[in-house]
């Protein structure tokens, strides 16, 4: 039996697509900025760029927030949610306090969470 195939038609302008039509493991970046306020962000473009290393690679816009805590203090923190977050995670782009309703650990090597 052929599997059912649907082609949809999707506008070039990537920011048209909400939700997006690309699967992939969420992760949350965690950063501060040089004050020490915690940011997370969701962030769905990530690939293991390199085994040596290792090394992962994520897409994120340069006005965003998140890049101007790495760019200013050089580090930042992945998080791998477990399945059980994924309503909690779906709201955090919309969220106005980000942090409300996750328990922030501190991280052993960097300062982010």
Known sequence: MTAARRFVELPLNKWAWSPSPLVGQVILITTVDKAGSVDIAPKSWVSMTSFTGPTLGFGCNTTHQTYQNIAATGEFVVNVPSSSMADDIWRLPDAADRL??????????????
């Open 100 to 113: 409300a309703g996750l328990r922030l650990v501190p991280a052993r090597t960097v300062t982010p969470r």
